[in-house]
Structure formats: C-alpha cells, structure tokens
C-alpha cells in the first residue's frame, strides 16, 4: 500500500519537475541546454533508484544491520536501532498465536479516521505528533448530509488553496522580462557610495580593465553547416570572402581611411563608456595599418595591381602589423582594425547590450 501510494505521488512530482527542465534543451546556449538534460536524467534516475533499490536498502537495513550491535569492523550500530520501536498497527489483532485475523484489510480514509493509536506509546517528535494526532484527523474528518459523505475540512482547503493558486497565476502572467539592472541598494545609499569610490572614484583604470574591439572588413558569411552546437570548438565554420572586396581602389583606400577617422571620433551616450568619457573608443589605441603604410610611401598610396606587391614588401619590414592583414593563395582577401573599447570587461549583459547597439548605430 505505502509502496504503491509513494510510487505514484514521486513520480507526478518528478515527472512534472524533469519535463520542466528539458524544457532548457531548446535554449541555444550550449551550457544552458546541457545542464536542463543533465538535470532532468538525474531526476528521471533518482525516481527509479527510489523505486527499486531504496526499498530494498531499507529491507537489509531494517531485517539484517538496524539492530545489530556492530556494523563492519569496529563501528557500533546507531543506539537508536538497537531500540525495539512501536510501529503502528494496519491489522486487526486476533487472539490466534498474535497472527492477523482472516478479515485483515489495509486502511481506507474510513477507518483511518476513527482509529487512534496512542502516540505517548511511540516515539514521535513534536512535529510527527502534530500530524499523528491532529492533522491526519482533521483530513479525514467525513460528516454525513443529504445523504451523502464529504469531508468538509479536506474541501475547504483545496477551494482556498484553488483561489490562491488562481490568484498567483494571474499575476504570474503579468510578469514581464527586467529591463534595467537590479539595484540593491539606491544610487545615494552609503553602501553604494563607497563601493563607486572604490572601484570607479578614478579617472581611468588598466588599459588591460577594457573591451577590446575588432572590425573585420572583406568577410561575407561564415557557413556553419557541419557545426555542432554540443562540440563547439571543433567544425566553427567556413569562411565566405567577399569577391568584391578591392583596396587597390583609391575609393576603397579613401572609405578605409575615413573609416579609421569616423571611428576615432565615434561618441558614445552610455555612461559605462568612461574610459575617454562620451567616446566610443579611445582614439590612441586605433590600429589602421592603411594610416602607417600611406606614411611609408610619402602620403601617396599605391593603387592598381602595384598595391599589393607594395603592401607585401612594407609587411616584410613591419611584420608586426600582419596581424591585421590576410592574404589567401597570395591574394588580400581581408584586413582587420584593432581597437580599445571605453567600456570595462566584466560589466552586465544589459550594459554591453546597450553599447553594443551603439556600435551598430554607429556602423550603419
């Protein structure tokens, strides 16, 4: 009977509680999907190890080792084992050598209601007793009307409990996403005041306390049909270059170098680009190979099919700056602009986000 009622009320809240977290297998964050499976079977595990091999932990316990005087080599069994205990009765007694009556049946929430057994006899605590001797009763408590049976104090806690729970969903779907970062504290609370002056009381921190920005330019799409999103560092992608793209134009050479202007300049309205306040980036920290390879040649770039012999030759002298050029079977295919963002590493989603959409103003 215990066995049967447990097996079905685990598995409603297990069920119910593994299919809420599979339901994260849809997220398209790796980690998070990963962990709602691994979640799930370990509840979906637990649920069968309950109906399986906990009983039958609990049977060798009870039957072999509860009221042994020693378990293993020098351990003393709990003393609280050792103790003959009081269980409660699910059988009539009969006077037939102390073996149950031939009536024996289990309890029902009829029988359950009027039968008491005296809880002084067992061992309970206080909170057992509670529900012994009150609670259990209170349940099962049944009156007769109209010529019908209900349990009045059983139906007045499920309508309430109904209410409260209509209630709650009600103003569960009127939740919506938070929009701002959540606050501890206000923004004039001493707390606050003294972690500002502590960590952002100065006018700049570490060059190496900020994002790092890169702009790639002469890349189409990246193809990611053999990537897979459980091996995330293997199969990345592949690279679509844009056969378009041309520096040994004097108008792509123009745009390329306005570029590295416009960027310098860029204004930023957030108030986490405080590293050059009001700035996108700072402006020293712009790499524009373009800018030392026009110095390199009197200000006058080379153009045509002399271009990139040119570049390649000054590359040999600079090889520092390969990094931000790339050439593909012997062909420029694209180059790259490396810069130091005015926002610190480390700050929330909702802050990057909002820089980030500022960029992208910016590049549009």
């Known amino acids: ?132 001797d009150y609670y259990a009763f209170m349940i099962t408590y049944e009156i007769s009307r109209f010529g019908c049976r209900f349990k009045p104090i059983a139906l007045i806690l499920v309508f309430s409990l109904g209410l409260i729970g209509c209630f709650l969903a009600s103003r569960a779907v009127l939740l919506t996403p938070p929009t701002e970062q959540e606050q501890w504290f206000p923004s004039d609370h001493m707390v606050t005041g003294w972690a500002d002056k502590m960590s952002r009381d100065f006018l700049v921190g570490p060059e190496d306390a900020y994002v790092i920005g890169k702009l790639w330019l002469g890349l189409s799409e990246l193809k990611r049909t053999q990537y897979d999103n459980w091996k995330p560092s293997t199969n990345r992608g592949k690279v679509i270059f844009d056969e378009n793209f041309d520096l040994s134009q004097t108008a792509a050479q123009d745009a390329l170098l306005q570029l590295c202007a416009d960027l310098r300049a860029a204004k930023c309205s957030s108030s986490s680009c405080n590293r050059v306040p009001g700035m996108l980036i700072d402006p020293v920290t712009l790499k524009c190979f373009l800018e030392p390879f026009k110095a390199a040649y009197n200000g006058t770039l080379p153009t045509g099919t002399s271009f990139e012999p040119s570049l390649k030759s000054w590359l040999a002298a600079q090889p520092k700056m390969g990094r931000y050029i790339g050439f593909v079977g012997g062909k420029l295919r694209f180059v790259s602009l490396e810069f130091g963002m005015t926002i610190l590493l480390r700050r929330p989603p909702a802050v990057i986000r909002e820089v980030y959409n500022i960029f992208e103003r910016f590049l549009d």
């Open 1 to 132: 009977f215990t066995y049967r009622r447990t097996s079905q009320a685990v598995f409603n809240t297990s069920f119910t509680t593994a299919i809420a977290f599979f339901g994260t297998a849809v997220s398209p964050v790796m980690p998070v999907a990963a962990f709602g499976i691994f979640a799930a079977l370990c509840i979906l595990m637990c649920y069968f190890l309950m109906c399986s091999w906990w009983p039958a932990a609990i049977l060798v316990w009870e039957i072999y080792l509860c009221r042994a005087k020693c378990i293993g080599c020098c351990c003393p069994a709990i003393p609280a084992c050792a103790v003959h205990r009081s269980v409660l009765p699910l059988f009539e007694p009969s006077s037939d050598a102390g073996h149950p009556a031939e009536d024996k049946q289990m309890p029902n929430s009829k029988n359950m209601a009027v039968a008491h057994v005296d809880s002084s006899s067992m061992k309970l605590g206080r909170v057992e007793r509670l529900f012994h």
